[in-house]
């Protein structure tokens, strides 16, 4: 089992920053990639960003260029920064984490962005 709880969330205004943190515990030497996804009110839940354990990163197009998804594997922690927030952020952030035994999610955290 792996263990997920994030952080970072909050009320920020169009144009702000901030970072999300995810940190992982349990079964952590397993885990393969990691990555945050995003759901806002009757929408589908979406990838924001992902990592693999070698460092590779994939982002959803409307993120390219203002977020940046990174780990310390010393801390068993992935951040997420995003930059140039929009009203369209909007959205609870769900840290992931995939091993060979299946995907593990966090309990989200709120992003709410204001115009």
């Known amino acids: 089992q792996v263990q997920l709880v994030e952080s970072g969330g909050g009320l920020v205004q169009a144009g702000g920053s901030l970072r999300l943190s995810c940190v992982a515990s349990g079964r952590i030497l397993s885990i393969n990639a990691m990555g945050w996804y995003r759901q806002a009110p009757g929408k589908q839940r979406e990838l924001v960003a992902a990592?693999?354990?070698?460092?590779?990163?994939n982002y959803a197009d409307s993120v390219k260029g203002r977020g940046t998804i990174s780990r310390d594997n010393a801390k068993n922690t992935v951040y997420l920064q995003m930059n140039s927030l929009k009203p369209e952020d909007t959205a609870l952030y769900y840290c992931t984490a995939t091993n060979d035994w299946g995907n593990y999610w966090g309990q989200g955290t709120q992003v709410t962005v204001s115009s």
């Open positions: 990592i693999t354990s070698g460092g590779s990163t």
